[in-house]
């Protein structure tokens, strides 16, 4: 079932029906989908674009007023909004500042585990971070993933076992690809390597996702779902087609 997002009103609505105070609009920009609490929410960027005329030709300055998780509210004919606000996020050190606008770090691979939401993003210098926010008042830490990984990309991160983050690293060769899986401790600023195993060049897991029940991990690639179980890659074997490219 697919939903319309409706987060404002265009901007062109706004000015002709005089809802600009003083040449300022404000306006939302969904980031990130995640379930929370049982429920689907999204994260959103609160923007106040403030107008200006300079020579005769009309601007804006583009400034984040906050970043904020609200529940998604479905009207059941196929349209979804903005529901409850439940938590402001403290994200000013994800906000990057150029001459007339500011905008949100990318957000990457977010994860949820209880409260905490963890995801992977970088700084204005292009230097990746793995980001905790406690999604009950929003307070955040950072951890440069080179400290680490050794200088490695994350390239999956899962929910895995004992409140710790599944993590995939690739070191990419001509023929072939060696995949690492770790087991990382945000809170211990800690990384331990499971696993390693390789693939053809063309390949590498994506969408990484552990069933607890099963000891199973779960993960796309060449458009088929495998499975892992134990984390034992000879028990890795396709389960399943993915009918998309």
């Not at 000891?215 to 495998?226: G, K, S, V």
Request: charged letters at 20%; one cysteine or more.
């Amino acid at each position: 079932v697919r939903h319309e997002l409706a987060l404002d009103s265009s901007e062109a609505e706004l000015w002709e029906t005089g809802a600009v105070d003083g040449g300022v609009v404000t306006r939302h920009e969904a980031v990130s989908i995640i379930a929370y609490g049982g429920r689907p929410c999204l994260i959103v960027v609160e923007y106040a674009d403030e107008y200006f005329v300079d020579d005769g030709m009309i601007g804006c300055y583009e400034t984040i007023e906050g970043v904020y998780l609200h529940e998604l509210a479905f009207d059941g004919e196929s349209r979804a909004a903005l529901g409850e606000r439940i938590v402001e996020l403290e994200w000013d050190g994800l906000i990057q500042s150029y001459e007339n606008f500011e905008e949100l770090a990318g957000i990457f691979l977010p994860v949820v585990i209880g409260d905490m939401l963890y995801m992977k993003c970088y700084d204005a210098g292009d230097s990746e971070m793995l980001i905790a926010t406690n999604l009950a008042d929003g307070a955040t830490d950072v951890l440069y993933t080179a400290d680490l990984t050794g200088g490695l990309s994350l390239e999956g991160l899962c929910a895995y076992q004992d409140g710790k983050l599944l993590g995939e690293t690739v070191v990419w060769g001509e023929t072939e690809n060696t995949i690492a899986l770790h087991a990382i401790d945000f809170g211990a600023e800690a990384m331990e390597t499971l696993v390693e195993f390789s693939c053809p060049a063309v390949d590498c897991p994506d969408g990484l996702a552990y069933c607890a029940e099963n000891d199973t991990l779960y993960f796309a690639m060449n458009r088929e779902i495998y499975a892992m179980t134990g984390l034992n890659p000879e028990t890795m074997q396709a389960v399943a087609e993915i009918p998309v490219g």
